[in-house]
């Protein structure tokens, strides 16, 4: 509840008399009451009276007037009570009076609402396209009450919160967002709703403007630009593996506005390495602001050119994106040796002779190097054996050799370099004593050497050599080397050579698994673990055996150190040829927790080696140098070795990329990082495809390089892991990634390998670029090669070239066609690796890839593209584009001149000339074309009418000669361009209309109220100028009603209801027609009104005015929703409604306008009558009777409605005396005929007066009809009807049935809410159909809802006119379920027009059965209350009743005795008793009670029973005109034996209807009684039915009626006698012959041949309704048999029986084969539509087996 706030304002004096300048009240509520204390005081020095006036309002009280006598400085409180009643304004004074002044208080109560404060406008400034910009501004509550609110924005603004909830005093935060879409002003009005029905606003303006940023790139060192304007090229230049190289970038915004942009890498989505990166992938420059790029090269793989994009992009930029091409050289160092063969001569053993070697790095990179020996168990000592050589420096390495014993030496070492491949060090020398001295071996020995392994004699021994060279079986060479001269003695046993690289040679050797080259000698462990040995004083020994594959002895000698910690014996043997022997290894360690290795060298040559005798100079050969690893420690197998401290330069190993089957090298570089030797053991199982090598030792030293192995078997990407164990424990185990890849020369073309060129012409040249891109990762060579002839019309640069990894080249082609014609030319390019340029040609893997070259040739003439377009539906008055390419293909220039023409065509005004006024607008109408160049012409049109244009562009050509004049030019033909254009405006039309079911308002009855086929033509027709003046929807006038600017008015009639019956609503189905959106909107007056300032504001309204205010104020007219847009072909339900809550006739105009279309006055009209006043609705003050040809003996009966809209029966008539008057102006000929001119109509219900229009003359007839309501009023209705004479209309005015007539559609496409089922089809039309014939139709009932429903047919009555049959007429329909219906309509009398809506009340079952609960009991409970009765104190029971009497409220009464039992126990315990007597309905004191309540308005009790379900009201729609049997037969001879005629009633439809109970109480008189016997009556049947109703055993015979089988005899009826026969079929030969003429002889012939037959049975209808079709057969021949006995007729004999031909001209038989035939189709459609049986499958033949012979 709201409390009373304080007054506000200052204490003001008034002539010594301190009082508040106003008493206020806030926060009030209606009904309240709120007293406030108005205090004055006196502050003069003397006494003061004074007297007060008390308000003059009711609303605010106080004190009953007296004198207040102040005295000084004393004070005086009034009490002000302010009691407010509705919310409102209040204001009132309380005056003072004293002897000489007066002064005056004012009272004030205000209404407290909530006000929201915002700033009016919000600038966003500029922002770029698809950009975001945000603003943050407040939202204010000023108020004291908490204010909802919620936002409306649209455009490219967006607020958030959109809604919420501010409290008292208050503030929010509003972040408003600015995302613009195109470059241009945006002005969006923001609109704040607030208040509890959100109906107060706050207006914000929010303006921004998007405009296109414009970004520029620019560089440092290495930034160029290419050829392509959009590409930029960034160059790294040589960039060391393992290093990163940076390079900035500058982006510059040249425009105004923050430009978004981002950055884009095509190679990610690639699968492929990345070696470029790039430090941001988007971001914001500001205006006029730089933003600096990084973009880093990191190599991963030495000796690669690496290539790469960047594509950099304003978001919302126009122009292309700007490409960044990264190029880089990936490098490493680049070590040297000066000396690869280092030669000691012959040295003492002991002493020492010393070689020096110098290292140099010729690169920018410092190198890490390794020589592979173990120089602690060697005769060949370095002064070191790994390091780092620097950048551009040099390092002399020291070598010493001391042999330790006399045999020849050498030794191919290998010189590891980290990233490089490795180098060869061949070392060699001979020690000697003096009493031994072998052979001396020289640098030009080692060459011969190799000479010898080429030709395969190195597995000869020397002195096998001498003895051939001795036999000149062998020879020498010119560089001293031995040669075979007869090979074929040799062959056998020469052993084959195969060149090896470097790589190749040092992982043979390394590898002892896979040789490539088989050995001399070899050795079967070259890698001895003697794992742990924790004791040191206990020793391990192993074996290892080494093979001679040679012819010769060989000796072999093992090099130990001194320490003997790894031995071998025997340390020297001889193995004969082709033998092998066996050593043995012994590990003595000497300290504990110590890891050890060694690698041993044995030395095995021949044997006639160790004597330099043996041997000559030309048969020198160097021994072989076998080594072993021997590794070991003495760790316990328990105790974990010291922790490993080691590092890898890379943790991703990338190998080169190779083609197939080729092996890839790469090397790695370990570290020790500890003063530790580290153990380290690549394991075997997880190497899979890779090799290491060493692949297990011990680091002693800073560096160990590592060299890795790979060999892909197929064309695709490796990727794995190895790991390395180090020192033997599984803690220390690192995993290392392993990439590699194999590939095939790939090259991908653009286009799909097509390159187009455009149409040349002769002897000209057209030039492109066409793209390819290298997508593997090796450099490839290519070279485009083509056919000889097509070389001198294509031409590429460059043809032939090298293109890197990931690199895209433009090539440059020429096409210079030289004919006429179209060429296709193929052009291969082959595609090799730039590696294998250096082999053999047979020896190069080469790829092919096929490149289509398309041109064409042509001559040169101005040509337009495109010469024929169509600008498709424009709207009239808006205006379209398209841009036209003139191209000139000629060698000169042309001078050209255009010139334009158009027609027109389609419904045009014919006033309107078709070639003035053209709409066409071209930009230029002349100029000049440069030769082989092309100019763009922007074509405008402009339609002005909805028709067709058709436009021609012709053009004048001329070229220049030397003398300055023009040479005319022929052109085949002068025509340009073509062009077409339709006007068009958008259209909207009404597809569907309904009503709600409690409207009791059929489709075809809205249809006509609201007019909508009038409204349909309207919106189909164009608009008038005025219609289009404001293309959209906006407030363009000062005045409260604004003028109109259509003269299309349309009404639409919401008819007539009592008050506070339920609201009339319409759906309504819009639907856009057009080929273009359509935007709609109804507009209130109010709709139109400028917003004015106050002072513009005109106080005076005019009584117009004022109405419509009173009609949107009180909402009687509703629409939802009042706008909208529509798609082509989409729809939308528009709802309107009114509401009967005010007796009035109601308009309101309302304008129904389309954007760039009609603008429609629509006038709703609705009508609201007191519930007990008589009222008649007429929607028009005329009718139209469908036209009649003159000349036609029998005119149809037409149809004229009158509809009941009041609330009491209302009595009608006719005048017909205008009719007679211009029946006397007619030659006494009834024009228009009334058939029933009186008659009543009950509430809610329709009467049908019938007319028949007769014109004599073909004209058009008029007659004004008085129509007399009687104690009502007289309604003036204007008839007309038009009557054409048939013979010069012909075909043009066909026979209708008024269902072509207008558009109501006969399917229903608006769902209704809570809509319980819907019919398939809601109008049928039988057409047009000859008397005394029965059509028929079948249409489904479908249950949409989700319970159970109940549907029955108001089928109307049998009459003499028609005859309705709908079957089932009433069943259930469960969930989803649906009914087959067949519609059987028959009419007889008079031919007529019909029209008939037949109403089906659908009832939900769950609905009624709860219904059904509640009123079972409430009986219960009114029976208990008529026999119960509650007896209180007297005294306390008179008063209530004394009360209630004088209130008129029996509930009061009830309210207040129950709470005075609650409270009092006494009472309560004598509430019930037993009954005393009978409640009876008809106490007379009730009654006047009951009278005296409702005329108070007020209800005696709470006893009401349940309100029942409404049941909803389907219409189904019902169309035909009937014709007699002469005028169908003349219009329609070929549909006449289409229809079965009921020939049985013919002419006699009197008797035929005597059959119906309907037609038997039409025929009884109607007998008059008073208002007294009525109620006599009333009230005897009303207690019969109680009494039934009660009883209980008629009850129980009622329902045993339902269980009770179908007795026989009920399948049989009586039979019409002969007599009756006879008599009836004279009375129709009779009739028939009279009315026989020659024009109709064929029908009447054959219906006369039927009936002229005698005493032939009649199958009465019953008798064809209700007759079982098994039994028919039986009851034809009894017919049969009993009308033959009893008839005389010569032709029939009775023996032979009556012939199939006879029988069935018998009217009844052939009823019945009409009967079982329907039947028939009826059951097979009903099976067919519940898929029991399938009419569209083919036919099962069944093969029967064959019959076996007995």
Known sequence: ?????????????????????????????????????????????????????????????????????????????????????????????????????????????????????????????????????????????????????????????????????????????IHATFHPKEAHCNKVTAVCKYGSDYTKTRIVQLEGIGKYPHIVINGQSGFSHSNDENETIVNFGDVPVGTKQEKWIELRNLSLVSAPYHIMQPSKEDDIEIYYTCNKVGGVIPPNGVEKIQLVYYPKTVKERNIDYFSISAISSTTKAIVIKCEGNAIGSKIDIDHCMIGFGSTTIGQEATRVITLSNHSSVPGYFQFGIDDDNSVFKFSKTCGQLLANHSEAIKIIFKPTLTISYYKKIFLLIHNQEPREIELFGSGFTEQERPAVIQAKHVQRFRKLEERGLTVFPPEFLNEMLKENKLELDDQGAILVREAEAFEPYLRPYIPLTTQEEYFDLADNMEKIISPHVSLDLQHVNFGSCPNIKSFEQRNITIANHTRGKICCCWITNIQNIFSITPEMTTIQPLKSASFTVTFKPNSPNQFYQAELECYAGYKSMREYRLVTDNTVMPPWCITVTLSGHTFHSTVDS?????????????????????????????????????????????LGQTTVIPRKGLLHKEYQILSLKMKPDGSKIYKSTIQCKFNESEKHIQTLKVNCAAEVPRIHLDNDAALYFKPTGLETTSVRNYAIKNVTKLPIRFQWRMHSSDQSIIEVEPSTGIIYPNEVQNHRWTFTPKDEVKYMMKVYLRAYFDKDCNLPSDQIRKSSFLLRVIGEGSKGDIEAEPAQFSFGNVVVGSTATQTITLSNSSKCNLIYQLSYEQSISGPYDHNYPSNDDIILKLDKTEGVIPARSMINLTASVKPKQRIEYKLCIRYKLSTPAPDGSNHAIECSDPLLCRMTVTGIYPTVKIVDARCSSLSNISKVGLWKLFNLDSFNMTMSSDPSPAETMYSVVTRHSTRRRPPVNTKAVIDFNFGSAPVNSPPCTAFLMLKNTGPVPTEWAFLFPTDFQLDLEFWAENGDYTRDELYDMHVMDNRLFNITPNKGSLQPDQTQIVTFSYRHIMPNTDRLPVIFKVSKGREVLINFVGVTVEATAKYVHFPSNTHQFMAMPIGSITYPKQIYELYNGGGQTVSYELDLSPCDNLKMDNYHCNIFQCLNPTGQIAPGHRAQIEWVFSPIEAKSYSVDVPVHILGVETHLVTFCGVGYDQRFMGDSMPFTDQSDITSVPPTQLINIPNQLAYLSQERISFGNLPLYSHERRMIFLINKSNHVISYHWKVPAKTSHQNIVIQPSEGRLAQGDWVLLKVDFSSYSVPSFFEIDVPCEVIDETEMMEYNKKYNLWEIKEEERKHTFTITEENVGKERIDEYEENG???????????????????KKYQALPPIKPFLQSDTRLLEKSVKSQRSGKKIDNHDPPAKPQPFILYLGLTARTHSLNDYQANFPDKVNKFHLDRSIDGNYKEYLMDSPASLDENLPSTMCTFEEKDILANAISDMIKNLVRDHDFIDVI??????????????????????????????????????QPATATLSDQLDQSWQLESKPKITTAEKKDANLNGIDQLISNQIQESVERTDVDDIEIDEGLSHENLIRIPEVSNIIESVLENTILNILTEASTEEISLTNRPRVIALPPHSKH
């Open 1449 to 1467: 409220s029996e509930s009061n009464y009830k309210d207040q005795t129950q709470t005075d039992s609650n409270g009092d126990p006494i009472t």
């Open 642 to 686: 010291y922790l490993p401290r080691y590092k890898f330069d890379s943790h991703e190993l990338i190998f080169p990329t190779v083609s197939t089957n080729e092996e890839t090298y790469r090397t790695l570089l370990l570290s020790n990082a500890g003063s530790n030797p580290v153990a380290y053991e690549f394991l075997e199982e997880q």
């Open 1 to 173: 509840m709201a409390v009373a706030t304080e007054s506000v304002g200052h204490v003001v004096n008034h002539y010594g008399i301190e009082a508040p300048k106003q008493i206020l009240w806030k926060g009030w509520e209606p009904g309240g009451e709120y007293t406030k204390q108005l205090v004055i005081k006196n502050s003069n020095v003397k006494t003061q009276k004074l007297q007060f006036q008390v308000p003059t309002t009711r609303y605010f009280t106080t004190l009953y007037p007296k004198v207040i006598t102040l005295s000084a400085g004393t004070t005086f409180t009034l009490p002000i009570t302010f009691r407010p009643l509705e919310k409102n304004i209040y204001e009132d004074q309380i005056q003072f009076k004293a002897k000489d002044y007066t002064f005056k208080i004012p009272v004030k109560a205000v209404l407290i609402e909530p006000v929201l404060i915002a700033p009016k406008l919000q600038n966003f400034g500029m922002c770029a396209v698809n950009d975001v910009r945000e603003s943050t501004f407040e939202l204010k509550n000023t108020s004291e009450l908490m204010a909802a609110f919620q936002w409306d924005v649209t455009g490219p603004f967006t607020v958030e919160p959109m809604n919420g909830i501010l409290e008292p005093k208050t503030t929010c935060a």
């Open 1599 to 1636: 329902s045993n009626l339902y269980t009770e089988p179908v007795p026989y005899f009920k399948q049989l009826d009586r039979f019409q006698g002969s007599s009756d026969l006879n008599i009836h079929r004279e009375s129709n030969e009779t009739k028939n012959i009279d009315q026989a």
